[in-house]
């Protein structure tokens, strides 16, 4: 069965300062690979997945994540954090072999603390 | 588009009691599922669904029953609700085409069960 672990509960970053969320995976081939952010109270918003191809894909809010066959990683990455950045984020993997059909599995997520 | 919409927003039960989670989708996608999200554990599948008449169980089904009439509709239903349900459920609704996948997710519904 295919898991995910982001190994940092919370972080607390600076505004200003660059971000990374740490992401693995132990999947048996490589699977589809998302990012989502909830903010406080709200639903999940997908800020990038990776099919196939280049292992650096751009999502939206100025944010990146790099595949890493090697590692088994999947992490994001923004240069300069804002304030309003501050919520959970999850990394979720998808069999890719499977038909698309039975869901993806989660990470239990990191909370970003942004300090003024 | 209306996307994936749930119902209701928030509700209360008491123990044993039932109730069902409505989950509707206008996008024509063959697959749903239904998740829970508890604080620290992530979002934990419940029960999935690859077209109308065909579910499966998730990661944690006990507890909770599903059905698939049509292609739009994904209901959820709690038989005898247990305090360990308290949770967020969202639905989702997903499609593969093309080596590429997608999940949309509805608001969520804030369950507490006393």
């Known amino acids: 069965a295919q898991s995910v672990t982001q190994p940092d509960i919370h972080i607390t970053v600076s505004e200003g300062a660059s971000l990374e969320l740490r992401c693995n995976y132990s999947?048996?081939?490589?699977?589809?690979l998302f990012w989502y952010v909830q903010s406080p109270g709200q639903g999940l918003q997908l800020l990038l997945k990776?099919?196939?191809?280049?292992?650096l894909v751009q999502g939206i809010k100025g944010f990146e994540a790099e595949f890493k066959r090697s590692q088994s990683s999947f992490n994001l990455r923004k240069p300069s954090v804002h304030w309003s950045d501050a919520a959970e984020y999850f990394c979720?993997?998808?069999?890719?072999?499977?038909?698309?059909?039975?869901?993806?599995?989660f990470g239990k997520g990191t909370h970003l603390i942004i300090q003024p | 588009n209306a996307g994936v919409t749930q119902t209701p927003k928030f509700q209360v039960l008491k123990t044993g009691q039932s109730m069902t989670l409505q989950c509707a989708q206008d996008m024509n996608h063959e697959y749903m599922s239904w998740y829970r999200q508890d604080p620290g554990m992530g979002l934990r599948l419940i029960h999935y669904s690859v077209g109308a008449g065909i579910t499966d169980q998730g990661e944690v089904p006990n507890g909770y029953n599903v059905s698939r009439s049509t292609t739009e509709d994904f209901p959820l239903r709690l038989l005898s609700a247990a305090p360990s349900q308290t949770s967020v459920y969202f639905c989702a609704s997903s499609y593969r085409r093309g080596g590429q996948s997608q999940q949309f997710f509805g608001p969520g519904t804030r369950l507490t069960v006393l």
């Open positions: 999947y048996g081939a490589t699977p589809y």
């Open positions: 990776y099919f196939s191809g280049d292992t």
């Open positions: 979720a993997v998808e069999d890719s072999s499977g038909g698309g059909a039975d869901g993806l599995t």
